[in-house]
């Protein structure tokens, strides 16, 4: 199957199903904001979905919102980290919002990590980022790690 075989195929499924998570358009960037908790279909839902969108809207960068997520196993946090460089691969940078304490303290003692993947406390600061990495990539920054955080 081609790339764009694969794309249309995709959103050919979002637009038969409709979207568990909503992706909103602001400017260049798309935010995807989780609203409940996610079955592992659900997160591979997104996941197509996003890039769909992706693509579709030429995007430069996408936040991921998960502040209603009180756990993150490792399938989502594995999920996470193959969307963010699927849309690398894209061109564009990914950045996830929100992660709640209990739910960081509980990565760490776990082992999981979201390596390479920008992270910010909320939206605002989310935002922030994409537009300083817009700023940098304008100006001769230094490519897409550039002011990763982590």
Known sequence: MSASGGIAAL????????????????GE?????????????DLIRLR???LVQVAHH?????????TVLDIMDSFAVR????????????????????????VAFAMVQ??????????ALDLEEGLAYLDDHAKQSVHG???SEAGRRN
């Open 11 to 26: 959103a050919a499924r979002t637009r038969r199903t409709g979207m568990p998570v909503p992706i909103l358009k602001r």
């Open 29 to 41: 960037y798309l935010i995807a904001s989780i609203q409940s908790t996610l079955s592992d279909a």
């Open 48 to 50: 197509d979905d996003v």
């Open 58 to 66: 030429r995007s430069r960068g996408v936040i991921v919102d998960v």
């Open 79 to 102: 999920t996470l980290s193959a969307l963010a460089q699927m849309i690398t691969l894209r061109g564009a940078e990914t950045v996830i919002v929100g992660i709640q304490p209990d």
């Open 110 to 119: 776990l082992g999981l990590t979201l390596s390479g993947v920008a992270t």
């Open 141 to 143: 920054g230094h490519g």
